[in-house]
Antibody, heavy 120, light 109 residues
Framework: QVQLVQSGAEVKKPGASVKVSCKAS????????INWVRQATGQGLEWMGW????????GYAQKFQGRVTMTRNTSISTAYMELSSLRSEDTAVYYC?????????????WGQGTLVTVSS | EIVLTQSPGTLSLSPGERATLSCRAS???????LAWYQQKPGQAPRLLVY???SRATGIPDRFSGSGSGTGFTLTISRLEPEDFAVYYC??????????FGPGTKVDIK
């Protein structure tokens, strides 16, 4: 069965960076793009960007350009999202999601989420 | 950037009642790129409907999606206790870029 398993919770100081991992299993990792979505406590879903695990190509939401980097290690079927220059407003749960991009576009499987807390 | 607006913000209903959730887009959206998700507290979102009207695998037939252009609807024909949750619509635009609506909370009356 398809699973996306994310790394554990992180606590970071303002100005630091965080790197969240998303390990895929149950399908061919390079066949589907991975997207990252975050959610502040009590707030809605915010799309951050996508990565093609096959080519390494990425696309980021304008809001995060220059601060986010999405990478992958195909040998261990794992995607990564690194966010730098953290500030308190980055405190949120970060999700990875598999993107089905055929005739219709949607996220069919999601990771369990990783809480990132930014606090001095 | 296309902005999605969902209404109402909160829908208070009783089990067995019908729920009608609206998602409006600031510009026309391809039906192929409109999806709905359900999220319960402490859980990741779950795909309900994609392509505006196709139910995802394992989703009960009490959930249905409809609409086109700038107006889309998610209908839950008869609310079950497990359906009380927050529902988000999502669209894909060029760039690529995804946007989500602010969500509709369906709670127990």
């Amino acid at each position: 069965q398809v699973q996306l398993v994310q790394s554990g919770a992180e606590v970071k100081k303002p100005g630091a960076s965080v790197k969240v991992s998303c390990k895929a299993s149950g399908y061919t990792f390079t066949s589907y793009d991975i997207n990252w979505v975050r959610q502040a406590t009590g707030q809605g879903l915010e799309w951050m960007g996508w990565m093609n695990p096959n080519s390494g190509n990425t696309g980021y939401a304008q809001k995060f350009q220059g601060r986010v980097t999405m990478t992958r290690n195909t040998s261990i079927s794992t995607a990564y999202m690194e966010l730098s220059s953290l500030r308190s407003e980055d405190t949120a749960v970060y999700y990875c999601a598999r993107w089905v991009a055929a005739t219709k576009y949607y996220f069919d499987y999601w990771g369990q989420g990783t809480l990132v807390t930014v606090s001095s | 950037e296309i902005v999605l607006t969902q209404s109402p913000g909160t829908l208070s209903l009783s089990p067995g009642e019908r729920a009608t959730l609206s998602c409006r887009a600031s510009q026309s959206v391809s039906s192929s790129y409109l999806a709905w998700y359900q999220q319960k507290p402490g859980q990741a979102p779950r795909l309900l409907v994609y392509g505006a009207s196709s139910r995802a695998t394992g989703i009960p037939d009490r959930f249905s999606g409809s609409g086109s252009g700038t107006g889309f609807t998610l209908t839950i024909s008869r609310l079950e206790p497990e359906d009380f949750a927050v529902y988000y619509c999502q669209q894909y635009g060029s760039s690529p870029i995804f946007t989500f609506g602010p969500g509709t909370k369906v709670d127990i009356k």
